[in-house]
């Protein structure tokens, strides 16, 4: 018995038939007696314990049966004889030790199936981050108690007891059993008492100036009790003021319960008191009968961002889950819809001139156009390509993946959709070329349930618990798609916003982007070394990828953000007074890199990530349709130095950028992951590299500059007149390296002011 190499080995401790079987012994240091069954004579059956040693607690075990063999206590007694004797055998334990639901339910097919798994909150983050390694792929959900986090994996049973075996952290394992469809199948009455019970763990925090999701939707309704706290009468409006306010087809009170509290789901399960810092509000710019007229759906969405801004300044995070086919095919190309919704993110439409953060859902799919196999190729065909205006550049576009894989035992059919990949519900782009990459992120969006012949079919187990607008008729519903990823989009970004208010919109925008990565699944469908054309189908499908909340907000010792926000004037008269106006200025920042630390990293791989974001003002006539650099009123690039490449050289070549040709770049072996053809598109570009740490030490100045856009015509008077913002995100991550980053990097600020150059 060894467990040398490991965490450590789970033991399943047998008692000897017919006797008590004495625990105290099994849970002391470096010993945790994880469970413990008591003898049942009837059946013949010892008592059982579960214990998990750690090499020292294996060896302390040992000690403790030696001594009892080789040492006398002077009163005669044994050493250790209560424990001891209570043994009738130590082997290594299976995971049927570890299960905590009736024995009949122990999955006994040899394929994939969900697992509850419960974990030591001390340990939790490591088993999440390296299960999936291991063939175990980790569900989004979460509960949390005291002591535990409970999540779901769906994994087969050999891959489930290497993960266990190799990374511990496994308290217990169980039978998934609530999902969305128990709560929304109560009656009337059980709904409330859950209401209840969740309304007595939440506090809505009162806060002078709190964020605000701004439901551009159907209305809200407040009857809910758990929405009234968080959404004033006052602040429910329309567009059309013959509307009323109500919602009376319930879709905006789904979203306003998603946007509050997430998926109800583990929120209803988890003991643990919930805090609100945000609140609702709404603004209906969709008739409760018949529909906007398509010249109308710009307008009506202007007219519900200035009813919402009638009270007064606030920072709003702006969500839009209505899209529309009329606009199809666009591929890529902005329509009028889209067009206005860069105007209003731009601050250059609307009652009140100001840049907003605002969210779009990508629309969703047709289900009778999916057979029962390979959805994928279905959702990758142009017919399915992202609704407009999602295709807009300056909002946040979000489309939907799932982690929802499990049905109620017994029920028949099988999800769709895998663990970790593509909803079914979301559209992708069609396009690849020069308009910007859409969606930006994904979202959980459901799943849909295959049950006999085609279509596939969407089924509550599969979808979002949230609030139900006929309260108190119903207290709960279930939702999915992409509306539903983009309510929880909206919360998780306000929740980034009340944590830093003093940022701007781009910069919030840039933050809650960059933080997305493609989890496992998703990487699945890229080649073993893939070259930066290959990432293509990515980016179309799954935009950056799933948020990580925590990494948008961490600057810890071994990974940190450097947040920049400022001003350019992007484009000047020229002096010889040719056609077009000239390139005006850069930024030029001397990025306070922790020389010192990287250096001593070596040949440590180091990730710089670069997020650039600005909101372009845009000019949609029809020959700007088919060019990035006749849409958008000015677009910025960065660059950095190379590593032999100091200040002048680097300064004289940015210098040098001229207008870039219309079509695809041709990207430079510069070690950038995506390349120009991925990062120079839109009004929000992303790109990282990976390289020796002391390669990045030499690598510490970084551009902002313009390149062509419909202010550089001539056209546009006095272009040194118009100023734009943008906001740089710089990410170092020096991945498990114990180099202490931040201390030095926040010695460098303290030192110094960030360098600015013009051309």
Not at 26 to 32: E, G, H, P
Not at 219 to 238: K, M, N, Q, T
Not at 711 to 724: F, G, H, L, Y
């Amino acid at each position: 018995m060894s467990a040398a190499s490991l965490p450590g080995v789970y033991l399943e401790v047998e008692g000897r038939a017919g006797e008590p079987m004495v625990t105290t012994g099994l849970n002391a240091s470096d010993l945790t007696l994880l469970r413990s069954e008591p003898p049942r004579p009837a059946a013949n059956q010892p008592g059982r314990a579960t214990v998990f040693a750690t090499e020292d607690g294996v060896a302390k075990l040992r000690r403790k049966v030696e001594d009892f063999a080789a040492k006398d206590r002077k009163s005669g007694r044994p050493y250790n004889a209560d424990l001891i004797q209570s043994i009738g055998a130590i082997v290594e334990a299976g995971l049927r030790a570890l299960w905590r639901s009736p024995p009949q339910r122990f999955p006994d097919q040899n394929g994939a199936v969900p697992w509850e798994v419960w974990l030591d909150k001390t340990q939790a983050e490591s088993f999440i981050a390296d299960a999936p390694e291991l063939g175990v792929a980790i569900g989004g959900d979460r509960l949390e108690f005291p002591e535990d986090l409970v999540v779901i994996a769906t994994a087969t049973r050999d891959a489930l007891a290497l993960a266990v075996r190799r990374l511990a952290g496994v308290r217990a394992l169980a039978a998934p059993t609530v999902t969305a469809d128990y709560f929304d199948a109560m009656d009337p009455d059980e709904q409330a008492e859950w209401v209840d019970s969740l309304l007595g763990r939440t506090t809505y925090e009162a806060i002078d100036d709190p964020n605000y999701v701004t439901l551009l939707d159907r209305g809200v309704s407040r009857s809910h009790p758990l929405i009234e706290p968080a959404l004033a009468a006052a602040d429910r409006h329309a567009a059309n003021p013959a509307w009323g306010i109500e919602d009376i087809i319930g879709h905006g009170t789904q979203l306003g319960g998603l946007s509050l509290f997430g998926d109800l789901t583990p929120a209803l399960q988890s003991m643990l008191p919930i805090q609100l810092r945000h609140r609702l509000e709404s603004a209906k710019i969709i008739p409760d009968a018949g529909h906007n007229p398509h010249h109308l759906l710009g307008a009506m969405t202007r007219a519900g961002v200035n009813a919402a801004e009638t009270a007064g300044v606030r920072r709003r995070t702006f969500a839009l889950a209505s899209t529309t086919e009329d606009d199809s095919p666009h591929d890529g190309a902005p329509t009028s819809w889209s067009s206005e919704l860069d105007q209003l993110t731009a601050g250059v439409s609307g009652n009140v001139a100001t840049p907003r953060l605002l969210l779009v859902s990508a629309g969703n799919s047709d289900q009778n156009r999916f057979g029962n196999n390979d959805y994928l190729a279905a959702s990758d065909h142009p017919d399915n390509e992202v609704e407009s205006p999602a295709q807009a550049w300056n909002p946040i576009c979000i489309g939907a993946y799932t982690e929802k894989d499990v049905l109620p035992g017994g029920e028949p059919g099988t999800p769709l959709a895998v663990v970790g990949d593509l909803a079914p519900s979301s559209r992708t782009a069609s396009w690849s070329s020069h308009w910007p990459i859409k969606p930006d992120v994904v979202m959980e969006g459901g799943n849909w349930v295959v049950n006999g012949p085609p279509p596939p079919m969407k089924h509550s187990a599969l979808s979002l618990l949230t609030t139900d607008h006929r309260y108190p008729l119903r207290a709960f519903t279930t939702v999915g798609e992409t509306s539903a990823a983009t309510a929880l989009a909206a919360r998780a970004i306000t929740e980034l916003w009340s944590d830093y208010p003093e940022l701007w919109p781009e910069a919030i925008r840039a933050l809650f982007v960059s933080s997305a990565r493609w989890n496992a699944q998703m990487r699945s469908h890229l080649p073993v070394n893939p070259g930066k054309g290959h990432y293509g189908p990515l980016f179309k499908r799954y935009g950056y990828g799933v948020p990580d909340m925590e990494r948008a907000r961490r600057s810890a010792s071994n990974a940190l953000t450097l947040i920049v926000q400022d001003w350019i004037t992007p484009y000047r008269e020229s002096d010889s007074g040719g056609a077009d106006h000239v390139h005006n200025e850069m930024r030029l920042f001397e990025l306070p890199w922790p020389v010192e630390a990287l250096r001593a990293l070596i040949a440590h791989p180091v990730t710089l990530r670069v997020a650039l974001s600005t909101f372009i003002a845009p000019n949609p006539s029809e020959p700007a349709r088919g060019s990035k650099f006749r849409y958008a009123s000015h677009n910025l690039r960065f660059k950095l130095n190379r590593p032999n490449e100091d200040r002048a050289a680097f300064i004289a070549r940015i210098s040098k950028v001229e207008e870039e040709p219309e079509g695809p770049a041709i990207d430079e072996n510069d070690g950038w992951t995506f390349g120009r053809n991925r990062r120079d598109v839109g009004s929000l570009q992303i790109d990282e590299l990976t390289c020796p740490a002391s390669d990045l030490a030499r690598r510490n100045l970084l551009a902002v500059h313009p390149v062509a856009g419909w202010w550089k015509t001539r056209a546009i008077p006095d272009p040194n007149e118009r100023s734009v913002r943008f906001a740089l995100i710089v990410e170092i991550d020096a991945s498990e390296s114990n180099a202490e980053l931040y201390a030095e990097v926040q010695a460098a600020i303290e030192a110094s002011n960030v360098a600015q150059a013009a051309v």
